[in-house]
């Protein structure tokens, strides 16, 4: 009647679930196909960032030159896709929709209205993440527009072509040309964001794409996983986290009271967002990384900027003091976006605009290598009963 099975581990945690050669996440390093992280973020830019993961080598001149105009002539939406954001983007303000759905519900969409959504052989799988990389800055920039009651910025070509796809992100999204600095940020924030191994997201789309469902499913599938707090979503809700903070101390980031804050927040055993790591136990390699950078912009910008690193950096103290927990690089992002002024809503669909990169690598290694991913489970029900006793 029962098979015997090992005890299961409770969210998987230690677990390896398969190989990869894309990304190795360890304590002492982040390695995206042989490259560290820290190399990256000063030496790559995101879209050189994108062609070694989704390519599987750094790219020659040659080669950078023609997937960055790959993904200029890719940035424009079909009209289809205007239309259903210009729909839906009102009923933010109604509390009806999120960002993080829409971003979910057009990425679908565009599966619906690509002539190749249905074929799964590695060309097509490639073509097909080089679209999607190139049209989720668009679809983040024109709901943004459609949110803030403004005109669609450049609904014809899906941006400026003389910019790189951070600063184009930026620029759809508030119709101004960033800085090189607000650009260099975004920048890196999307190569710290773009791959990390069999995170919950990446495991969704893998576990689409082993039973051999397409490219936009499996994206669309893990979208939907990134958008919980406990994930992707800790991007914001720290953000939320820290305004709270400040209102509920009048702006007085005074450490004592702020330790009063935590305290009562330990008590409620509440998650501080932005904090702690199923794998890093020492820290998140990418959280310094951004901070320092966010820090920096921050500071260009103004002393109210800068207090919410000051802010940030007390709770962060608190936390490894107390708890001997890490922020995770969801923490630093929320400060960082915020002095960019950017939306609280779209950090997690930005999110999304950087991880596409990595989602695509797997559903391509997945598929390239496949084998159904189907688990046990522990049954814990009643015993057997007569359903007529
Ligand atoms: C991302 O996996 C990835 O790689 C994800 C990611 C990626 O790039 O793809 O790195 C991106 O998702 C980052 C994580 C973003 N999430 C958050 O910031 C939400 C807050 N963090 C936590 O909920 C938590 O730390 C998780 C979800 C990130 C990890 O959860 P685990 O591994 O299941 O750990 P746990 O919840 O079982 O915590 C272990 C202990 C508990 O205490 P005890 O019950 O053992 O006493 O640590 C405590 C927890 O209460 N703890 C926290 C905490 N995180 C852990 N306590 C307060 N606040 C926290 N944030």
């Known amino acids: 009647m029962t098979t015997a099975a090992p005890a299961p581990k409770a969210g998987l945690e230690g677990v390896v679930a398969g190989d990869t050669a894309i990304c190795n996440v360890e304590q002492d390093a982040l390695i995206y196909r042989g490259y560290e992280i820290h190399d990256l973020a000063e030496n790559a830019t995101f879209e050189e960032v994108a062609y070694l993961l989704l390519e599987g080598e750094k790219p020659t001149a040659e080669q950078l030159r023609f997937f960055k105009d790959e993904l200029i002539a890719n940035r424009a939406l079909p009209p289809a896709v205007i239309d259903y954001l210009k729909t839906v983007g009102p009923m933010v ?107 919950a997201s990446t495991f969704t789309g893998r576990v689409i794409a082993g039973t051999l469902s397409d490219m936009h499913g499996a994206v669309t ?105 890490h922020p995770n690089v969801d923490f630093p992002c929320g400060m960082t976006y915020y002095a960019l002024g950017i939306p609280v809503p779209q950090y997690t669909p930005i999110f999304v605009a950087a991880r596409i990169t990595g989602w695509a690598a797997h559903i391509m290694e997945q598929h390239a290598n496949n084998r159904l991913i189907r688990p046990r489970a522990n049954y814990v029900g009643p015993d057997l009963r007569k359903w007529n006793a």
């Open 93 to 199: 303000a109604q509390g009806a929709a999120v960002p993080m759905d829409i971003v979910r519900t057009a990425v679908s969409l565009l599966g619906n209205l690509d002539m190749e959504s249905q074929a799964i052989t590695p060309e097509a799988n490639l073509r097909k993440a080089k679209r999607l990389t190139a049209k989720i800055p668009t679809i983040i920039g024109h709901m943004q527009n459609v949110i803030d009651g403004k005109p669609i910025v450049a609904p014809d070509t899906g941006g400026d072509a003389n910019l790189g796809h951070a600063a184009n992100l930026l620029y759809l999204m508030s119709g101004q040309r960033p800085d090189k600095e607000a650009e260099k940020v975004v920048d890196v924030s999307l190569t710290l964001y773009a791959e990390h191994d069999y995170n």
């Open 221 to 325: 599938g893990a979208i939907a996983a990134l958008k919980g707090p406990l994930h992707g979503g800790a991007n914001e809700a720290a953000m939320d986290m820290l305004r709270e903070i400040m209102a509920d101390l009048n702006g007085n980031i005074d450490p004592g009271a702020v330790r009063d804050w935590m305290h009562k927040a330990f008590d409620e055993k509440r998650k501080l967002m932005g904090f702690g790591h199923r794998v890093y136990k020492n820290g998140d390699h990418r959280a310094p990384i951004l901070h320092a950078l966010g820090r920096a912009a921050a500071k260009k910008r103004g002393a109210e900027f800068v207090k919410w690193f000051e802010l940030g950096e007390i709770v962060q103290k608190i936390m490894l003091d107390e708890k001997n927990i």
